[in-house]
């Protein structure tokens, strides 16, 4: 393992029953690096950022969190799934501060970390059926910010909003990774959201047949930022992860 790696993830199998979904998956994760877990749908991606959320214990294999064997949930690592996930009878600042209730220097750190999601501090007293679904998913992303975790993990985080929405999400998500020095993983099946953010691609593709394994692939990305979407569509691993992913869609 490398010093600096704060995720080391080698997973040996993740079966469920005797199909095997996940076969000698290794992810190491530098902080300030992001990496796009990147597949069909149903390759197991989910289940890969379960496991590495500590929530899934199921698999041969082994994750450590800077170091340390990762038994089950670390407050080092915070989760964002694709829906906000809000608890609809809590207000917005007891939503981020859950289970503590926002009062005195767990307020003034939600309010601090609403205006860093790009909300109002008065955006804190509302009620999450008030919030658009844009707003929704940021307050979601302050609360998975609020036990100042140094690994993120998304899974499919802004597949739920629209167009214009989710590419500020995706910029705001380059900011946070910048500014705290995180780390992140994200899932997505969408390639150019994978060349927009990520530092590295792990292509997951399930088996081709019965006889077959699934298998994983690591591309290193080495684009400079700030990265212009414009480019990207160019870019030469684009056409590769285009055919790899139509042919395992097919297979
Ligand atoms: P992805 O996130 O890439 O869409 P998932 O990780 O959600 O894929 O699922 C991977 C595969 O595992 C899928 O074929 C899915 O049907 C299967 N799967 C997921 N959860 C379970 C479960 N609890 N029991 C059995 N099979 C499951």
């Given at each position: ?10 997973i ?10 996940l ?16 597949g ?9 950022l ?78 999450p059926?008030?919030?658009?679904g ?9 609360r ?34 910048e ?11 969408d ?18 047949g ?42």
């Amino acid at each position: 393992m490398t010093h600096s790696a704060l995720l080391d993830a080698d997973i040996r199998a993740k079966r469920y029953g005797n199909r095997t979904i996940l076969d000698n998956v290794r992810l190491t994760l530098a902080p300030g690096k992001i990496t796009a877990l990147l597949g069909p749908s149903g390759c197991g991606k989910s289940t890969l950022l379960r496991i590495v959320a500590g929530l899934d214990r199921d698999y041969t294999g082994s994750v450590a969190l800077d170091g340390v064997m990762q038994r089950g949930p670390s407050p080092l690592a915070g989760v964002i799934f694709q829906e906000p996930r809000l608890l609809p009878w809590l207000r917005v600042a007891d939503n981020i501060t859950f289970p503590e209730r926002a009062r005195g220097a767990a307020l003034a750190h939600a309010r601090a970390l609403l205006d860093e999601v790009g909300l109002n501090a008065d955006d804190a007293a509302r009620w999450p059926k008030h919030l658009s679904g844009g707003m929704a998913q940021r307050v979601a992303i302050a609360r998975g910010l609020f036990a100042q975790p140094r690994l993120l993990l998304l899974d499919e985080p802004f597949s739920a909003v629209d167009a214009m929405t989710r590419m500020r999400l995706q910029q705001l998500l380059l900011t946070i990774v910048e500014t705290h020095r995180m780390a992140a993983l994200v899932v997505t099946h969408d390639i150019d959201e994978a060349l927009y953010l990520a530092d590295r691609i792990v292509l997951l593709e399930p088996a081709k047949g019965p006889s077959t394994r699934p298998s994983s692939h690591l591309f290193e990305l080495g684009a400079a930022r700030p990265r212009q979407r414009e480019s990207l569509a160019a870019h030469p691993l684009r056409a590769i992860l285009l055919e790899r992913l139509e042919a395992a869609v097919m297979a």
